[in-house]
T-cell receptor, first 115, second 112 residues
Framework: ETGVTQTPRHLVMGMTNKKSLKCEQHLGHNAMYWYKQSAKKPLELMFVYSLEERVENNSVPSRFSPECPNSSHLFLHLHTLQPEDSALYLC??????????????FGPGTRLLVL | DQQVKQNSPSLSVQEGRISILNCDYTNSMFDYFLWYKKYPAEGPTFLISISSIKDKNEDGRFTVFLNKSAKHLSLHIVPSQPGDSAVYFCAASIQGAQKLVFGQGTRLTINP
């Protein structure tokens, strides 16, 4: 499989649930990103990882917890979310952090609904 | 404060005509600009980019124009085709700053 994959594609969860989003990139890239896309808003950068180390956290609430066990995999652990967290969550990768301001490659996203 | 703005949430164009999508930015430090295209149920895919040392970059039917003094860029698609119907995101970066700043997107619909 090529490119950037994300699972699940759709997720419905209650506010007390704990769930995880998974991202895998098959491009040999060293940098990975989590974005949130809400309706009619710009993509919001949440977290940046380079070589499995978190290099940026854009004031994201602690109910979102990222994990990067290796350079190919990125997780977003979710717990006690709020309905306003419902959005499309996109994962992306770039060849390395220095090229993060150039081309990034995106997965198809996970559409999350919090009830 | 939103640094990259796409003020038209939607645009409808007849097949065969020119589509022009616009993007404005506020940060004069931005020196690299990109357009991404997004179909429903898919992630954004890179379309075309331009560095601030240029004012035009062309790739087939797609041309991006950059007006640094106006802090404005535009994407021209000619001729427009039904497969061009998608959401188009403008993005900007400061090279070496390691991240992209996105606009909110413009939904383009090409009518047959």
């Amino acid at each position: 499989e090529t490119g950037v994959t994300q699972t699940p594609r759709h997720l419905v969860m209650g506010m007390t649930n704990k769930k995880s989003l998974k991202c895998e990139q098959h491009l040999g890239h060293n940098a990975m990103y989590w974005y949130k896309q809400s309706a009619k808003k710009p993509l919001e950068l949440m977290f940046v990882y380079s070589l499995e180390e978190r290099v940026e956290n854009n004031s994201v609430p602690s109910r979102f917890s990222p994990e990067c066990p290796n350079s190919s995999h990125l997780f977003l652990h979710l717990h006690t979310l709020q309905p306003e967290d419902s959005a499309l969550y996109l994962c992306a990768s770039s060849q390395d952090l220095e090229r993060g301001g150039e081309t990034q490659y995106f997965g198809p996203g996970t559409r999350l609904l919090v009830l | 404060d939103q640094q990259v703005k796409q003020n038209s949430p939607s645009l409808s164009v007849q097949e065969g005509r020119i589509s022009i999508l616009n993007c404005d930015y506020t940060n004069s430090m931005f020196d690299y600009f990109l357009w991404y295209k997004k179909y429903p149920a898919e992630g954004p895919t890179f379309l075309i980019s331009i560095s601030s040392i240029k004012d035009k970059n062309e790739d087939g039917r797609f041309t991006v124009f950059l007006n640094k003094s106006a802090k404005h860029l535009s994407l021209h698609i000619v001729p427009s085709q039904p497969g061009d119907s998608a959401v188009y995101f403008c993005a900007a970066s400061i090279q070496g700053a390691q991240k992209l700043v996105f606009g909110q997107g413009t939904r383009l619909t090409i009518n047959p």
